[in-house]
């Protein structure tokens, strides 16, 4: 199934062991000094885990251990998201931190820091200045309806009004033995305006004892915006508010690659795939699949796109080419826009190439193809040169990297691979309509069909101007047809061959008729009794006129 790109909601689905951090995270919380504002900062690069991380701290927070569950702690989640003025972020964040108290039992601990709160918070709807660290910050005033002229009074007033229900929050929080932990994520989202507010919110506005903030974000994208919007260094700003930061934890990379090799086992069973080859494997995994590798996201990313490419061509390309195939379209897209207008490049038949093995053994292909890497921008263009090398052992000969090992056209066909010429082109549609003969028609024709059946169907095949595509099958696959069943195909082939030598239309027709009698030859090879394999050609020649003449006689 498709994995969303979604933060875990549990730790039972943390499958890159953070769990113990959180838990870690959690008991720091607990364990902190309940006296004056305290605020944690969790930082991590865009898709590192943080917010993964936050839901399993709150896990831990809200089913605390035995030797912490007499701890007084209210959690709230602040989602900094929905607001578009000061007004509105300072409106939605006391509702918040209100609708949260209100679940907790009526104790008068609660009760009276709550209607602490509501006065403090009813006050911001009628003034016109908060104060700040720095010069006032001036908001919108909000004038609530029916409201009388004394609203209206001057802005001292209203400050010190501010300023004696915020006292009055500080002095029912003082009495409060337990914690209120605010967690915030998704602060590195916000423009550069809004992330500046919420960090006058946290400092100034709301800065109480007993409250914990626990803060999300990306470390470098909000020091940017701080120094862009406070005009100040944007890392001394967050070391004089973030009292105690903590990295998100590295994640090993033998970690990410044990989980990628999990999902490929779900999405492909390799005992039931006949085109495995664990060096070719090997090779693609290492070199076109692990460089790309770097998070949890990157592995959600690309299984996702893989598992999509592969449901409908599963059994009518290589998986391992497949896979690396889409690696370089998810983690290195120019290359992979590429490799599809380079097919000649990459099979060894461009004229640069043929050039080098018939005219000029001086040009040096490894310096020319790499300027062409070089010219896609690439940062990585020596691993992308290596990647698709590890796909096309033609490409990597030409660089001068050496491959497991070379492989046999025929081979390259039987097993599907993207450097068979014929199998190129499948690796970048999702449509099955160019598929002249499906992997389930051939292994058909070559176990099931009886004798009239396969008649007719080389013959449509024929018609339709497709029996070069399946001959050539044949050939890559002669050596898998069952012994019970090669004088049944010969047969076919031979009555086809008939056919071909009555009515030679063009060229193609002519080629038809080589290549098949080229087939009937290879395969008489496999009738490995002498006397049976000339008595049986011999039956078939006596049953066809007697004016056929036959190339490979």
Known sequence: ??????????????????????????????????????????????????????????????????????????????????????????????????????????????????????????????????????????????????????????????????????????????????????????????????????????????????????????KKVVANALRETQQCDGDDYLEK??????????????????????????????????????????????????????????????INTLRFKFSPLKGEVNFIDLAGITALQVFATPVFEWIKLHKDDLLGTSSICLDRIFINDDINLAAYYQDAFKKLQSKTFENDLLAVASLFQSFAINIEETHERTVADNILRNDLRIACSWCFDLYFTLSLDEIVVSQAVLNRSIREMDAPELSLFLLRLKNERNLTHYLYSIHARRNTIPVSRIRLIISALFNLDFDMHQDLDDNQDFQHLLHCQSIISELLVLISNKHERCSFFCDLIKNATPNIVWASA
Request: proline share 4%; hydrophobic share 40%; aromatic share 12%.
């Open 1 to 218: 199934m498709y994995s969303a790109d979604k933060p875990i909601k549990t730790s039972k689905s943390d499958k890159i062991g953070r769990k113990t951090f959180s838990q870690q995270l959690a008991n720091a919380i607990f364990d902190f000094p309940v006296g004056d504002t305290f605020v944690v900062g969790l930082y991590g690069a865009w898709g590192s885990g943080k917010t993964s991380i936050l839901n399993m701290t709150l896990e831990c927070l809200e089913n605390p251990s035995k030797d912490l569950c007499d701890r007084d702690i209210i959690v709230v989640q602040f989602n900094p998201w929905n607001f578009t003025s000061c007004n509105q972020l300072i409106d939605q964040f006391f509702k918040t931190i209100l609708a949260r108290l209100d679940r907790e039992d009526k104790a008068e601990k609660h009760k009276a820091i709550g209607d602490a709160l509501r006065k403090y918070s009813s006050v911001f709807e009628l003034a016109e200045y908060i104060p700040i660290v720095g010069p006032y910050l001036k908001i919108l005033s909000r004038v609530l309806e029916g409201a009388g002229e004394h609203i209206f009074e001057n802005a001292e007033a209203k400050e010190n009004n501010i300023f004696l229900q915020k006292e009055n929050v500080i002095n029912a929080l003082e009495n409060y033995p337990g914690k209120i932990v605010v967690i915030i994520d998704d602060i590195d989202r916000l423009p550069n305006d809004q992330i500046r507010l919420i960090f006058q919110l946290v400092t100034s506005v709301a800065d109480f004892p007993h409250m914990i903030y626990l803060l999300s974000f990306d």
């Open 241 to 302: 508010v973030i009292q105690v930061p903590f990295e998100v934890p590295f994640v090993k990379k033998e970690t990410l690659l044990e989980i990628l090799r999990q999902e490929f086992c779900e999405l492909n069973d390799n005992e039931q795939d006949q085109t495995y080859d664990a060096e070719h494997w090997q090779n693609v995994f290492n070199k076109c699949i692990s460089p790309y590798i770097r998070s949890f996201r990157d592995i959600k990313r690309y």
